[in-house]
């Protein structure tokens, strides 16, 4: 079916601001992987789902990250009081399995002022 | 301290030539390792992967290696196109892991007509 879908695709917060961001994985992926990538770097592990669990959230930077996956499709990603040191490409990803290709969405764009 | 390097931040072949992009990395528990390729304001597109019980995978254009001794994957792409200009990013997941990737830092590449 179709690819990994994330929205929106651009996010402006003020610093200080609560944001949403939103994926839909690929139809029967039970693995959702979430990274944050900022410019002119490699994407870096934020968290794991395998369904619905969050198996690891390790990556998360700090306890103002959290994300969940109630039904175990779609996942949320929130940030609560922005910073701008949070400002950069939130990616999400699904896969079949651990050793299948993880395929990602385009990203949600986030610049905090 | 970066456990996948890509040395090279970029590389410029003529358009027909062999491109080579190299990755190295430090983590002996990585089994299962994989190259994407980026567009701006895209999210990485998935290209080869390899599992560390092989030394060679090809799909098209496109042939990874896997050096486990010397800890070195290589992305050969033959002949190359146009098309092929994008940032290129290696990346692995290691055994006994939740399936999270490390990503190298990224080579871009341009494949000049």
């Known amino acids: 079916g179709a690819g990994v879908s994330q929205s929106p695709r651009y996010k402006v917060a003020k610093r200080g601001q609560d944001v949403a961001l939103r994926c839909d994985p690929i139809s029967g992926h039970v693995s959702l992987f979430w990274y944050q990538q900022a410019l002119g770097q490699g994407p870096e592990f934020l968290t794991y789902f395998q369904n619905e669990a969050q198996l690891d959230k390790s990556g998360l930077p700090s306890d103002r990250f959290f994300a969940e996956r109630p039904e175990g499709s779609v996942s949320t990603l929130k940030i609560q009081r922005t910073q701008q040191e949070d400002s950069a490409v939130y990616l999400c990803?699904?896969?079949?399995?651990?050793?299948?290709?993880?395929?990602f969405g385009p990203g949600t764009r986030l610049t905090v002022l | 301290d970066q456990q996948v390097k890509q040395n090279s931040p970029s590389l410029s072949v003529q358009e027909g030539r062999i491109s080579i992009l190299n990755c190295d990395y430090t983590?002996?528990?990585?089994?299962?390792f994989l190259w994407y390729k980026k567009y701006p304001a895209e999210g990485p597109t998935f290209l080869i992967s390899i599992s560390s019980i092989k030394d060679k995978n090809e799909d098209g254009r496109f042939t990874v290696f896997l050096n486990k001794s010397a800890k070195h994957l290589s992305l050969h792409i033959v002949p190359s196109q146009p098309g092929d200009s994008a940032v290129y990013f290696c990346?692995?997941?290691?055994?006994?892991?939740?399936?999270?990737?490390?990503f190298g830092q990224g080579t871009t590449l341009q494949v000049k007509p």
């Open positions: 990346a692995a997941s290691a055994f006994g892991n939740t399936g999270k990737l490390i």
């Open positions: 983590n002996s528990m990585f089994d299962y």
């Open positions: 990803a699904s896969s079949l399995a651990r050793t299948t290709p993880q395929f």
